[in-house]
């Protein structure tokens, strides 16, 4: 199994950056897939969420308006499109997925926003 992050990096606030996570070695269509971030210092907490379809989505209140998931099921993928972004989401963005008591983790990627 593995899920792998990409398209963090340093972005000036105000601006966007899209995040994607690749997965393998397991059915895709079948397990919700979350975005989680944590900050220095703090707890890892939930971004966003999408249902197995991508027919329901969550967020947290911080980041709703600004931040979109979506998910292609035919390239295994999730995306996480992250506009008008402030000094305070920067964070360690992590991808999640999950079916009933499975879940995995991948290993993060970095997004700092600051000028």
């Known amino acids: 199994v593995q899920l792998v992050e990409s398209g963090g990096g340093l972005v000036q606030p105000g601006g966007s950056l899209r995040l994607c996570c690749a997965a393998?070695?397991?059915?895709?269509?079948?397990?919700?897939m979350s975005w989680y971030r944590q900050a220095p210092g703090n707890e890892r907490e939930l971004v966003a969420r999408?249902?197995?379809?991508?027919?329901?989505?969550n967020y947290a209140d911080s980041v709703k308006g600004r931040f979109t998931i979506s998910r292609d099921n035919a390239k295994n993928t999730v995306y996480l499109q992250m506009n008008s972004l402030k000094p305070e989401d920067t964070a360690v963005y992590y991808c999640?997925?999950?079916?009933?008591?499975?879940?995995?983790w991948g290993q993060g990627t970095h997004v700092t926003v600051s000028s």
């Open positions: 999640n997925a999950r079916w009933g008591v499975y879940g995995y």
């Open positions: 393998s070695g397991f059915t895709f269509t079948g397990y919700v």
């Open positions: 999408s249902s197995s379809a991508g027919g329901s989505t």
